[in-house]
C-alpha cells in the first residue's frame, strides 16, 4: 500500500482502539425530529435546530424564490461581484435583531470566527479564552498569533487573574517607543456548545470595559433560543457595557446555513477588508440567506415567542428527570457518562430503541469526560420526552 494511506490507516487504527473513530452517519429523509438515517428511522435529539425551522416549508420556499432570482450560486466573493441584495436585507435583519449598528454575512460561523479573530488581533496581542471556547474559536486565535491565555471553564477569579495579567504586559510593552498598543480580545460563547450551560457575560462584560479589552462573543447556540446574550429568556436583544464583537451562525435556530458578526459600522467595514476568510471565499449561496432571512421573521414574530416557550417547557421537563444528574439549564443538556467507551455503548443501545442522541468525546470534549448531548427541539413533542427519559432512564442515566 502507497505510504500516505498506510500511514493514515495506522492513525486510524489508533482512534479506533481508543474508541474515538468516527464516522457519518447517511441521513436518507428529515422530517422535523423523524429522521432516516443509516435505513432505520429515528426520533432525533442530534440536531441543532432548536425551532424546528430546518425543514419548515416557508423556510424552502424563500429560499427557491431567491435561487431562481439570484441563481444557485454567488458565483464570486462579496468583493469581486457576489454580494446580492439578500446578503445585504439578511444583514440589516441581523442587526436589526441583535441590536447593533451593523452585522456582516460569512459562508459559516466558522468562516466568521476565523476570519474575524485574526482580523483583529495580531502577534503582538493577547487572547484570553474560557476553556470550553469552541473549535472555531480556538483555530481563529491561534491563526491570528496572538498570546493566548485560556481560564477555566466560566471562572470568573481566573478570567480577572488572566486579564490583570494582560493588563501588566500592555503597560510593559506601552513603555517601548513607537510601538502600537497592545490589544486584548477575550473569547468565550453565550451558551455553551457542549455543557449548555451560559457564560457570566455581564460580568466579563463589566471587566472588560475599564480594561479596554475588547469582547467577542459566540452567540451560534444561543441566537434564536435566547433573545438576550442567554441571561434571559425573553425581552428584547440585550447590550453589553464594552466594545463587543458578537458572532454567530445561521446554521441552528435559523435553520439554514452561513454565519455572521454584528457589532458597530464601523466593524463591519473594517472586517470587509480585513477578514479573509470572506475576502478570499465565494459568498454565501442566495438561497441560504433567503432561508436565513425568513426564519429571522419567524423568530422574532408571536410565533417565534410561542417556539420558544414550547422549547423552554421541555427543558424544564427533562431537567426534572435528569434532576439527579445536575439537571439541564438550556436545550442542550449534557448526560455525563466519563469512559469514551461506555458513552459510544449507550449511544448505540438508544440508537437500537429507535433514539439518537450523540456520544460526544474527546477531541470535542476533554478526555474521560465523554457524554450523551441531548439537544431539544420546539418540534419534540411531550411523547418524544417521555420516550428519551425511558431510554436514558433503562441506561442507568437518569
Ligand atoms: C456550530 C458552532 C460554530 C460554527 O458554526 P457553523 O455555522 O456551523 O460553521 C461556532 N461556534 C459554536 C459554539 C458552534 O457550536
Redesign the pocket.
Known sequence: MASLDQTLMERLDRLRDQGLLRRVRPVSSVSKTRLVADGSPVLSFAS?DYLGLASDPRLAESAMVAMKKFGAGASASRLISGSVAIHQDLESALADYKGTEAALVFS????A?VGAIPALVGSRDIVILDHLA?A??IDGARLSGARLRVFAHNDLHQFRQRLAWACAEREKAAAAPDQEKVRILVVT?SLF?MDGDFAPLREIAEDCAPAGAWLFV?E??STGVCDSFGEEQSGPPGKLPCDAIRMG????ALGS???FIAGSKVLADYLVNHARSMLFSTAPAPSASAAALRALQIVQSSEGQMLRRNLWSMVGKVSSALSGRGGASSPIIPVAVGEEGRAMDAASRLWESGIWVPAIRYPTVPRGKARLRVSLSAAHEGADLDKLIEGLRLQGLT
Open positions: 441543532n459559516s460561523g466558522h468562516a470566527a469552541h472555531c474559536l460563547e456548545s459566540d451560534a447556540h451562525t445561521l446554521g441552528k446555513v452561513g454565519g
